[in-house]
């Protein structure tokens, strides 16, 4: 077989491969490697080069493997797996658990984060493989255990709980040097509002909050556009404007009094948080799932 040092240098360059091959899209591959699309490009180009053949047809939004692509993906991308998972065989031998759990950055930071210690101090011998996505991860291709999903009806899987929906509505910070009194929804018109942009659907918006009031929105421009929750949330700690947010995300703001709920102000139910367990019956699955479902429950009787 000749020197392997020598003949796998290009190993990284086909692990690429592989989630290219998947994915079908350079974009999407960078997207999950965690790098840039030109350095998938790149890649993928330098083995090509490195073995003299061309791997892929490219496309504006798509590529294909070509017929020498589809043979190298046949021989290879079973062999990574089979080597990633002698890895993982060999890691679990240490006696310690590796549950991949997955969930949003906002769910994480605000919710998640601040109970795990509750649950490490339960089983330390259950090691946590954390994956924080604002995409909905394929849970099968990525290997992912255990998934915490936020949306409108149950996931598509045969193990799925619901754990509890969020209630969003006005919150502000003490910091925050208000115009009006803050008595009605006529007065939010004239304050320095926090609006979402990108992925985040119309309902969680201040527009669609005004009409439900009856009114129209301010336009945008005479607030803050955040593009994630954390910016928002932090910029409504920080005093720099009142957002829309809520149940169950922000209780322990308003529990330590960096955000203050405006009282008397319409609240709208949004989407459910879901917990979905992908395993066959995991032990280590079951525990964790148990305890998320136990410290909803928590939370719930405290809110009611």
């Not at 960078?30 to 080069?49: D, K, M, N, P």
């Not at 490219?58 to 290879?76: D, N, P, W, Y």
């Not at 918006?205 to 129209?216: A, D, E, S």
Request: one cysteine or more; proline letters at 5%.
């Amino acid at each position: 077989m000749g020197n392997l040092r020598q003949t796998l240098a290009k190993l990284p360059h086909l692990i690429t491969f592989e989630v290219v091959c998947r994915s079908e899209n350079f974009t999407r591959a960078a997207e999950a490697l965690g790098i840039t699309r030109v350095s998938v490009s790149r890649q993928i180009a330098e083995l090509e080069e490195q073995l003299g053949v061309r791997l892929f047809h490219r496309s504006h939004r798509k590529v294909v493997l070509t017929q020498t692509g589809r043979i190298l993906e046949a021989e290879v991308c079973p062999a990574l797996h089979q080597i990633a998972s002698a890895l993982n065989n060999v890691s679990a031998v240490k006696g310690r658990a590796r549950l991949t759990v997955t969930t949003t950055s906002a769910f994480s930071t605000y919710w998640l984060m601040p109970r795990l210690v509750n649950f490490n101090n339960l089983h330390p011998d259950l090691e946590l493989n954390l994956v924080v996505s604002d995409r909905k991860l394929d849970l099968a291709a990525e290997g992912v255990d255990v998934a915490i999903r936020y949306a409108q009806s149950p996931p598509p899987w045969d193990k799925v709980t619901r754990l509890m929906r969020e209630r969003i509505f006005p919150v502000v910070s003490p910091k925050y040097v208000a115009r009006t009194a803050l008595s009605s929804a006529q007065d939010l018109l004239s304050e320095n509002l926090l609006h979402l942009s990108g992925i985040y659907r119309p309902g969680a918006r201040w527009p669609n909050w005004f009409r439900r009031n009856g009114l129209h929105a301010p336009p945008e421009a005479s607030g803050v556009v955040m593009n994630t929750y954390i910016n928002m949330l932090q910029a409504a700690i920080a005093g720099q404007g009142i957002a829309l947010a809520g149940y169950p995300l922000v209780d322990s703001y308003l529990a330590d009094g960096s955000l203050l709920k405006l009282d008397g102000f319409l609240e709208l139910d949004r989407d459910f948080f879901y917990l979905i367990d992908t395993t066959k019956n995991r032990t280590d699955a079951r525990l964790f799932a148990d305890w998320i479902v136990a410290e909803t429950q928590t939370l719930s009787d405290v809110s009611s």
